[in-house]
């Protein structure tokens, strides 16, 4: 089908990994709009009603699906496509997950868990243990295109074709550029979250499903290696009000360094504020940022960890 102006793309339309061989479901030309319908990140495997038992046994083949591939004409290898995030339209509800053997403390919480969030869809904030309130600003955790190299690729990762980036900060308004690698583009989005911290340091953020409606340009022979985003305002503004409790890890390795920097902050909530271990842990993982403070002092790096306290007060 090929459109211009807007257009909508229904969640049926879902693809899990990567394949520039998936044709596309929709062809446009530059400067067209589109609302893609998502699936949450389990693939509709988990609803309000599922229990730690449905999380347990996630068919791990069939998370994350993203939503298209779209076709952009005129887009070839070496150009950008450069996607704007219009709006969101929230589904008021969502979840938080600690599967094991996945996210940054694994080994030290090997248990299942499961949060439901139920939020009104104005975006307010969203209740969470003994008295957590997370500010919500909904983003897409995996916005990308199809990479060169054939074959399906898994779409946990992410890639130098974006994907699976988990960026908090690619929220309404935002342009993102994304380097083309095959003709066309094929682009695909999903994965939305009602709200994450930098590091999604559980391996979920609020999982929720949400539209969004982007708007597609080329820049021809723009020979980007990476993804590159401008935001229009302020990026923690949402969280900034309170201050923050902050925690460190420090020594000669960053993801050690982060780790310790968790591990610190976990222990801080459970021991002020009554949460169990892994619930602070999932806390963290939709609302506190992890910063790299220092790099240059050699041997030593120091990693920070930064937990808003508006979420506590």
Not at 258 to 276: K, P, Q, W
Request: hydrophobic share 40%; charged share 20%.
């Amino acid at each position: 089908m090929h459109t211009h102006g807007s257009h909508t793309i229904h969640k049926g339309h879902i693809h899990h990994g990567w394949n520039n061989a998936f044709p596309p479901v929709l062809t446009i030309t530059p400067g067209a709009s589109i609302e893609f319908e998502t699936a949450d990140a389990s693939s509709g495997q988990l609803s309000a009603k599922s229990t730690v038992e449905d999380l347990k046994k996630l068919d791990l083949g069939r998370v994350n699906p993203v939503t298209g591939p779209v076709f952009i004409d005129g887009a070839k290898p070496g150009d950008a496509l450069k996607v704007t995030v219009l709006s969101f339209k929230p589904s008021g509800w969502g979840w938080t997950g600690n599967i094991p053997g996945f996210g940054l403390l694994a080994d030290q919480f090997p248990e299942a868990r499961l949060h439901h969030w139920h939020y009104d869809s104005g975006l307010a904030p969203a209740m969470y243990g003994p008295g957590g309130r997370v500010p919500l600003r909904p983003f897409t955790g995996t916005i990308g295109v199809a990479p060169a190299a054939s074959g399906l690729h898994s779409v946990i990762p992410p890639r130098n074709v974006g994907g699976n980036m988990d960026v908090r900060d690619i929220t309404a308004g935002v342009e993102l550029y994304l380097p083309v690698e095959v003709d066309g583009a094929l682009f695909s989005v999903g994965d939305t979250h009602a709200a994450q911290g930098d590091g999604e340091v559980c391996g979920t953020a609020i999982e929720s499903p949400i539209d969004v409606a982007l708007k597609f340009e080329l820049v021809k022979g723009a020979n980007l290696r990476m993804p590159r985003y401008v935001t229009p305002g302020p990026v923690t503004d949402h969280f900034d009000k309170k201050g923050y409790e902050v925690t460190t890890g420090i020594g000669p390795d960053l993801m050690a360094g982060a780790r310790m920097a968790v591990s610190e902050m976990v222990e801080l909530l459970s021991r002020r504020y009554g949460y169990s271990a892994i619930d602070a842990y999932m806390l963290c993982s939709v609302c506190a940022d992890l910063r790299i403070s220092s790099i240059v002092d050699v041997p030593n790096w120091v990693v920070s960890f930064y937990f808003p306290r508006i979420v506590l007060e």
